[in-house]
């Protein structure tokens, strides 16, 4: 989950706007938990992983950079 975290990190995004974000791809975790997987106190699904990797490489092409975040089948 260090790599989600740096990524965030990275773009400058707050727990809450990542949160935002993976919200609307259809993610059912709260933003507390999703504060958890980031920090690795909690686990997430694939699903859920791969919905946060999604939000955070949506943000990377807004900022016209690589998507360096991989999806669980990747």
Do not use: C, K
């Amino acid at each position: 989950m260090e790599e989600l975290q740096r990524a965030r990190g990275e773009l400058a995004l707050s727990v809450g706007d990542l949160w935002y974000r993976y919200f609307t791809l259809g993610g059912m975790s709260t933003a507390l938990e999703l504060d958890a997987y980031l920090y690795g106190a909690l686990s997430p699904s694939d699903r859920d992983r791969d919905l946060i990797a999604v939000a955070l490489n949506e943000r990377f092409s807004e900022l016209d950079r690589d998507h360096p975040i991989p999806y669980s089948d990747d």
